[in-house]
């Protein structure tokens, strides 16, 4: 009993590091930090993504009572960045920097370490926010609780393609001068499952709560897509990932989930 309280109080700990490091909410002091831990943290990637979900749509769910359904929208979506300080939409800027213009592989990873915002990072930040916009007003326009489980949906499994990502490829700067150091290493098979098993058991709650799989499913086949166009685009430019191409993919994979769900629910 003694071994198996103390697995659950290690895995608590890595799930606080993962919070502490996705998000500006404050974790106790007890949990402490070392790299490998660190880079163990990303096996609940979903669950920090699923917290996050959790307040946009409370702030969504309660927004709509006061104002209308566009405003309700930024405002959830406006919630989720603070809460996140845009950690993953600076990825998505600097990605766009990098990758938009036909540059080398060296010249490409100098630019996105650059904490300038360019053209290409301006137009990426501002058509992947405002289709994710425009997607999730469609979808509260056809019901406030389907918004909702999108919501909370999307923000948790956008969070599995990095991990993914992060197994199937190899880092592709200089692991030693890397932000976030145990997050330039590939992770485990094992890391793997328990990431999908958090996938696995929030699809199923979002299947319970609405009775309908569609856009679920869907949403799945958006994102697995996305997914892999993402994993071709960084080897294919890069040789693997960066921590901003990662950032990059919980974005764009948030919004092809968006786009799944509205797909099903709109037609």
């Known amino acids: 009993m003694r071994w198996l309280m103390h697995a659950l109080v290690h895995e608590l700990r890595l799930f606080c590091i993962a919070v502490q490091f996705f998000t500006r909410v404050p974790v106790p002091a007890w949990v402490g930090w070392s790299p490998e831990w660190m880079h163990a943290s990303a096996r609940h990637y979903p669950a920090v993504g699923l917290c996050i979900g959790l307040v946009g749509a409370a702030v969504l769910a309660l927004a709509v009572s006061f104002w209308p359904l566009p405003v309700a929208v930024g ?3 406006a919630a989720t960045v603070w809460m996140t300080g845009g950690f993953h939409e600076d990825g998505l800027a600097d990605t766009c920097d990098g990758l938009g213009g036909a540059v080398s592989r060296e010249r490409a990873l100098t630019i996105m370490k650059d904490s300038r915002l360019g ?7 501002v058509g992947v926010l405002g289709l994710k916009a425009v997607a999730l007003h469609g979808v509260v326009s056809v019901g406030l609780l389907p918004a909702v489980v999108a919501t909370v949906w999307a923000h948790a499994l956008s969070r599995v393609a990095p991990v993914v990502l992060l197994w199937l490829l190899p880092y592709a700067g200089d692991p030693e001068h890397a932000k976030a150091k145990p997050m330039a290493q590939q992770i485990s098979g094992g890391g793997l499952v328990v990431v999908l098993g958090w996938a696995v058991a929030i ?6 709560v609405l009775d309908d799989l569609r856009p679920v499913l869907a949403g799945l086949l958006g994102l ?7 994993g071709r685009w960084f080897h294919g430019r890069l040789g693997g990932f960066t921590g901003d191409t990662l950032g990059a993919s919980q974005q764009l994979s948030e919004l092809a989930a968006l786009l799944g769900w509205l797909a099903v629910l709109h037609g």
């Open 75 to 77: 405002l959830s979506m």
């Open 119 to 125: 053209s290409y990072g301006a137009l990426g930040l």
């Open 203 to 208: 699809s199923v709650a979002a299947v319970w």
């Open 224 to 230: 697995a897509g996305m997914v892999l166009w993402c």
